[in-house]
């Protein structure tokens, strides 16, 4: 059984980055033909895929957080991270980590899910 | 990117009941869709990939279908733990897109 947890600020002050981590329960970091990725959710905007990096290190942002988002693996901690500068409180959302099992399947797991304000 | 319109917003049912909720993508999406189940305060959980293939573990009870761009979930013999906010989002094209979900309430 995979675990996803993620770890990180729960504040973060409007055009700050949002720095968080996803620590993977077993070495799957990199391996087989995963994609790690970030989706958030708001009450507004429901969820929202945010990126992802496949087993072969190549990113897959969505567009509209292109110039701002930053995902990267560290393998030798079994992590994967998600970087999101000059945030607004639009930013504000709960961000879960995820694991896809390959490109053309579904999201087999999730982490819990951490909570991120952004706010002075 | 690629909208993704589930319907009925909301849905009361009682136990025992079998529902069918359905989605609908904006484009042909080859059957790439997958189902999640969310419940208050947890991560989704998939339920379903491919439009109709049951993710390991999940029971039976829940079957998906398509056809051309529209895709359900029916859910039979309704229990308590089946009820939540449910969520197809396509994995055909990025990025991937979400419904904005079905509320499934106990009447």
């Known amino acids: 059984q995979v675990r996803l947890q993620e770890s990180g600020p729960g504040l973060v002050k409007p055009s700050e980055t949002l720095s968080l981590s996803c620590s993977v329960s077993?070495?799957?970091?990199?391996?087989?033909?995963?994609?790690w990725g970030w989706i958030r959710q708001t009450p507004g905007k429901g969820l929202e895929w945010l990126g992802s990096?496949?087993?072969?290190?190549?990113?897959y942002y969505n567009e509209s957080l292109r110039s701002r988002i930053t995902i990267s693996v560290e393998a030798s901690k079994n992590q994967f991270s998600l970087s999101l500068t000059s945030v607004t409180a639009a930013d504000t959302a709960v961000y879960f980590c995820?694991?896809?099992?390959?490109?053309?399947?579904?999201?087999?797991?999730w982490g819990p899910g951490t909570t991120v304000t952004v706010s002075a | 990117d690629i909208r993704m319109t589930q319907s009925p917003p909301t849905l009361s049912a009682s136990v025992g009941d079998t529902v069918t909720l359905t989605c609908r993508a904006s484009?042909?999406?080859?059957?790439?869709l997958a189902w999640y189940q969310q419940r208050p305060g947890k991560a989704p959980k998939l339920l379903i990939y491919?439009?109709?293939g049951l993710e390991s573990g999940v029971p039976s009870k829940f079957s998906g279908s398509a056809s051309g761009t529209e895709f359900n979930i029916t859910i039979s013999g309704l229990q308590p733990d089946d009820f939540g906010t449910y969520y197809c989002?396509?994995?055909?094209?990025?990025?991937?897109?979400f419904g904005q979900g079905t509320r499934l309430q106990i009447k």
């Open positions: 995820t694991r896809q099992a390959s490109r053309y399947y579904g999201i087999d797991f």
């Open positions: 077993v070495s799957q970091v990199p391996g087989s033909s995963y994609f």
């Open positions: 990096i496949d087993y072969t290190g190549q990113l």
């Open positions: 484009e042909i999406i080859d059957n790439w």
């Open positions: 491919k439009a109709s």
């Open positions: 989002q396509q994995y055909s094209d990025f990025p991937f897109t």
